[in-house]
């Protein structure tokens, strides 16, 4: 640790020189005791007006020496940081002004415009060298004898320098806290004190303030004997130091008055709605209030979750196993997110089943709450959208969040353009690279606004109120999610809005707004629909995705006894490509209770073992199989003769070089196989011949690369060790289980 305080800011802190606590409190003490714990060797002394507080900092080994003045620790000190309630921080300073040559100087104050402007009155402008600080951790106790190393482990500290801040002075502040285990980061001081003023100070007054009202009510406190958990969880704070609460609330005046307008006015808002029985409107703030709090739950937790997501999920594959029972796998993701907005633009309820909880359709569904849509779970799959028609979304109060969607950020574009009111589309970082012009372009044709950044990026501003007009558009590219934004915006538009493809696509979005009683019409490779229709809410059951089936129709297709039903799986002619492949290599399979729902097909699928043979895959199924050759590859090893594949060069962009990923598996197995620039030949093992054998496998991350050597698990002779498999968990939950459940024999290690 002591290396690294050098290297962060050099020569100031190799020295490990001379650091002043002024205020040997809580906050002070756990900074010292901290910087001991990393190993900080330099002489750590403190400054408090109570001698028993340096006392005890000493007995506790917390300080190495400290008084009661200020003066005779001052000059030798290289960091001076003042930790002592926010209104002692004036007469300290002012003391501290005729004493300092060019230590650096911190503090830890709550609120930071205050302190700023003591510190001008003490020292006629803000030193180069102070920089102002707020760590964002405490408790309710005070004092040094509740100082703890670890308080500021894995905490945010905020810094906010000036303009004129001397860049050493911050690199040494910030060296600080690191030492310490906390994370820096930097803000403007009144962003700061607004920030606070909401998520610390309002939150304390609160609790003050029930507390109070409650004990006041009841003078004995009797009422407290019944207090259930709600109450302690909500009021713990109320437990905190007046002293330094009455500071911050003097100190911070302005910004708390402003939140605490705004508290009041959304009381009033839920007040009234209690007032009146209005149970729609009570929905929908705990609604949105709700998944507020398990969005910022799961914000808490991201570094430890990110922390898990980036270990090495490994999985050991015993050799052999079987495939027998009924399963059914999780739910389509692009039927997920399009339920979501047919379901919020329509007339009534629209209960689904089924809907996929990958993040994706998570931050969808977020995005219609924050644009008026009461939408109740997901709940073990079960969404209930409560339907605001074709014009009823609202504005929202901020930019709509799409995370990594880019589905759904193109299919909103569409959607948005036709609103009344103005809206930001964001996404994360990876999206924010990914270009939109290709469906800005075409709603620019249809009179939308839309203003991207630069390339065509997001963020998109897509300015509301504009009369749409239909137009006819050839895609210059096959793309699902272009003609799927054109057409949603189509129902918003005057006239007929048509899209013509160059190759088939997905054609999910038309499925379902036929499903939804708005009639979208087709001829050969063009589809088309009238403006002004609207949308009636419909039951969806979403179907399993075919491409989480494929594994397990692999599975079963390769293992001699096999016989497994999957059900509900979602058979769009769009995506039935591994069907016909299987088929054609002579695999059992079998169609059966086929109906439609929301408009897609779909079908219980049971697949009995069966020998296969090699084939040359027909060309025409190769774009409806696309994600699926991992998984067809390993039943290619398991057949008889050659299969071969060509035209297939897309496989090599997906989340890893596919052709390639597998070939170097297959050929670790010691499966013979030709790689080619757009496709591979696979020599296949056949009914009679050997089995293949064992080995590592690195998936490169790559989930479908992962679950397709996991089933080739049940033909070989030995074990399959893959590496880097956490990825299966979020395209495929409940992917190990479900591999078990059917009689596979595998092991998911964490290294
Ligand atoms: P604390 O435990 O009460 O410690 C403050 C210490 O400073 C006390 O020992 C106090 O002595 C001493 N002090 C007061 N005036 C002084 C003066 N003029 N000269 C020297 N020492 C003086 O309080 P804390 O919780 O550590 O809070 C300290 C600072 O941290 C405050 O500015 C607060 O806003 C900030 N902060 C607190 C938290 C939190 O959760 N506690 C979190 C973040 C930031 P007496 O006991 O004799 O008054």
């Known amino acids: 640790m002591r290396e690294r305080h050098g290297t962060v800011c050099g020569s100031q802190v190799t020295d490990e020189s001379r650091i002043l606590i002024v205020g040997l409190g809580l906050i002070g003490g756990s900074l010292a005791a901290g910087l001991k714990a990393s190993g900080y060797a330099g002489e750590i002394v403190a400054c408090d007006r109570d001698p028993s507080e340096i006392e005890q900092g000493i007995a506790l080994g917390v300080i190495d ?17 003042l930790a002592v309630p926010v209104l002692a921080m004036a007469p300290v300073m002012t003391e501290l002004a ?5 230590q650096v100087i911190t503090d830890v ?7 700023l402007q003591a510190a001008e009155r003490a020292f006629g402008r803000l030193p180069r060298r102070f920089v102002l600080g707020h760590p964002i951790a405490g408790s309710e106790k005070s004092g040094v004898a509740a100082s703890n190393p670890d308080l500021y482990r894995h905490h945010k500290v905020i810094l906010t320098p000036q ?38 100070h309002l939150p304390h007054l609160l609790a003050f303030s029930l507390v109070d009202t409650l004990a006041r009510q009841d003078e004995r406190l009797d009422i407290f004997r019944y207090a259930a958990g709600g109450f302690r969880d909500f009021t713990r704070i109320a437990g905190s130091d007046p ?66 997501e980036q270990r090495n999920v490994r999985y050991r594959v015993s050799p052999g196993g079987q495939v027998t029972g009924t399963i059914r796998v999780p739910g389509d993701k692009s039927i997920s997110h399009r339920s979501i907005m047919l379901g919020a633009l329509s007339e009534g309820v629209t209960q689904v089943e089924g809907f996929l909880e990958g993040e994706d359709s998570l931050a969808t569904l977020q995005a219609f709450r924050e644009m008026g849509v009461v939408i109740e779970g997901p709940h073990q799959g079960r969404v209930t959208i409560h339907g605001v028609g074709m014009h009823g979304l609202k504005k929202p109060a901020g930019p709509l969040y799409v995370g990594n969607a880019g589905t759904a950020m193109r299919l909103f574009a569409g959607l948005l353009a036709g609103q009344a009111f103005d809206t930001e589309l964001t996404g994360d970082a990876s999206l924010t690279k990914r270009p939109m012009g290709r469906v800005a372009d075409p709603l620019r044709e249809m009179g939308a606004v839309i203003e991207t950044a630069e390339g065509g990026r997001p963020p998109l501003r897509i300015k509301g109120g504009q009369q749409l007009k239909g137009i006819t558009y050839d895609m210059p590219m096959a793309s699902a999610q272009v003609k799927s934004c054109l057409l949603l915006a189509g129902m918003y538009a005057e006239g007929e809005t048509r899209v013509r493809e160059p190759a088939p696509t997905r054609d999910h979005t038309e499925r379902m707004l036929n499903g939804f009683g708005y009639p979208v019409s087709r001829a050969g490779d063009v589809a088309w629909l009238q403006g002004g229709g609207h949308l009636t809410a419909a039951p969806i059951d979403v179907p399993s995705d075919i491409s989480s089936a494929t594994f397990f129709l692999v599975a079963a297709a390769i293992t001699p006894g096999a016989d497994l039903t999957l059900e509900h799986v979602g058979i769009n002619p769009t995506r039935v490509g591994v069907i016909n492949i299987l088929k054609a290599m002579g695999a059992d399979l079998e169609l059966f209770d086929e109906h439609e729902v929301g408009g897609e097909p779909v079908a219980n699928i049971r697949v009995r073992y069966a020998p296969l043979k090699g084939i040359e895959i027909p060309s025409d199924q190769v774009p409806l199989a696309i994600d699926e050759f991992p998984a067809l590859f390993v039943a290619a090893a398991n057949a008889s003769g050659t299969t071969r594949l060509r035209g297939a060069e897309e496989l090599r962009v997906k989340e890893s070089d596919r052709l390639q990923s597998m070939a170097d598996g297959l050929a670790i197995l010691g499966v013979e196989n030709t790689l080619y620039e757009d496709g591979i030949d696979i020599v296949g093992k056949g009914e009679d011949g050997p089995s293949y054998g064992g080995g590592r496998i690195d998936s490169h991350g790559d989930h479908r690369i992962a679950m397709a050597f996991t089933v080739a698990g049940l033909r070989a002779n030995d074990h399959i060790v893959i590496d880097d498999c956490a990825n299966v968990a979020t395209s495929f939950p409940g992917f190990v289980d479900l591999a078990r459940r059917v009689g596979m024999t595998l092991e998911e290690v964490s290294a």
Request: charged residues 25%; aromatic residues 6%; negative net charge.
């Open 65 to 81: 020496a400290g008084g009661t003045e200020l003066a005779p620790w001052v000059a030798e000190s290289s960091l001076i940081v």
């Open 98 to 102: 005729s004493m300092v040559s060019d």
């Open 109 to 115: 104050g709550s609120t930071k415009q205050a302190i």
């Open 163 to 200: 303009a004129d801040t001397d860049p050493t002075a911050l690199a040494r502040v910030r060296a600080l806290w690191e030492a310490c285990g906390a994370e820096v980061l930097e803000m403007d001081v009144m962003r700061h004190d607004q920030v606070l003023a909401r998520t610390s």
């Open 243 to 308: 002293v330094m609460w009455r500071d911050i609330f003097t100190a911070n005046r302005d910004a708390v008055l402003e939140a605490l307008d705004d508290f009041e006015a959304g009381v009033a808002r839920l007040r009234q709605a209690v007032a009146n029985g209005d149970s729609d409107a009570m929905l929908g703030i705990f609604d949105r209030a709700s998944h507020a709090r398990h969005y910022f739950d799961t914000l808490l937790n991201k570094t430890r979750y990110q922390a898990m």
